[in-house]
């Protein structure tokens, strides 16, 4: 059950675009629709922003989007704001009928 | 509205165990099925454990595997998980959080978190 592969850290200047990779197999990523995103602010509980690979749920900034080709999720986010410096973790349901996050990536706003 | 809130956390010796609670409110907590997850220091999220809506099926995650155990009370609107042989890499950040269950196909996310407990297995 090793973690899915994320980039430790992507940084990006206030209103560009960035996008967080998360890498894992057919038997995880690969297989399922059920993979999630999560923002996670230091001291807070993790927030689900994305799930279903694409879906935001109610009250999610709609600068968050998800995708998935192939063993590969990724998490977008537009026009980056100072407020979206955060920890992002992909999640995933896995063929032994458990989970896995992603190892996880700071986002640094410029 | 959906909220969860952890208990039982604090410092334990090696080798001893811990039981942590998770309180839910806010829904019809049989509904749903119920995740467990920690952050030790430094570290990223790691998924331990899960519980199934009814309480007859859990599955753990390989690091946790034969030495906690999860069960839930749904009388109670309860979640609880027993650690047993605790070591010093079981220090972390405890979270419950609740699997979302949308529709037949929309399931395996977590949308509601609590703030945690923190463990700390110190001698």
């Known amino acids: 059950q090793s973690a899915l592969t994320q980039p430790a850290s992507v940084s990006g200047s206030p209103g560009q675009s960035i996008t967080i990779s998360c890498s894992g197999t057919?038997?995880?990523?690969?297989?399922?629709?059920?993979v999630s995103w999560y923002q996670h602010h230091p001291d807070k509980a993790p927030k689900l922003i994305i799930y279903?690979?694409?879906t935001r749920p109610s009250g999610v900034s709609n600068r968050f989007s998800g995708s998935k080709s192939g063993n590969t999720a990724s998490l977008t986010i537009s026009g980056l704001q100072a407020e979206d410096e955060a920890d992002y973790y992909c999640?995933?349901?896995?063929?032994?009928?458990?989970?896995?996050f992603g190892s996880g990536t700071e986002v640094t706003v410029l | 509205q959906v909220h969860l809130v952890e208990s039982g956390g604090g410092v334990v010796q090696p080798g001893k165990s811990l039981t942590l609670s998770c309180a839910a409110s806010?829904?019809?907590?049989?509904?749903?099925?119920i995740h467990w997850v920690r952050q030790a220091p430094g570290k990223g999220l790691e998924w331990m454990a899960v519980?199934?809506?009814?309480?007859?099926?859990?599955d753990y995650a390989d690091s946790v595997k034969g030495r906690f155990t999860i069960s839930r009370d749904n009388s109670k609107n309860m979640v609880y998980v027993q650690m047993n042989t605790l070591r010093g890499d079981d220090t972390a950040v405890y979270y419950c959080?609740?699997?979302?269950?949308?529709?037949?196909?929309?399931?395996?996310?977590?949308?509601?978190w609590g703030q945690g407990t923190l463990v700390t297995v110190s001698s």
């Open positions: 279903d690979v694409t």
């Open positions: 806010g829904f019809t907590f049989s509904s749903n099925p």
């Open positions: 057919s038997s995880d990523v690969g297989g399922y629709d059920h």
């Open positions: 519980i199934s809506s009814n309480g007859r099926n859990a």
């Open positions: 999640y995933s349901y896995t063929s032994s009928y458990t989970y896995v």
């Open positions: 959080a609740r699997e979302g269950h949308y529709s037949r196909d929309s399931w395996g996310f977590l949308d509601y």
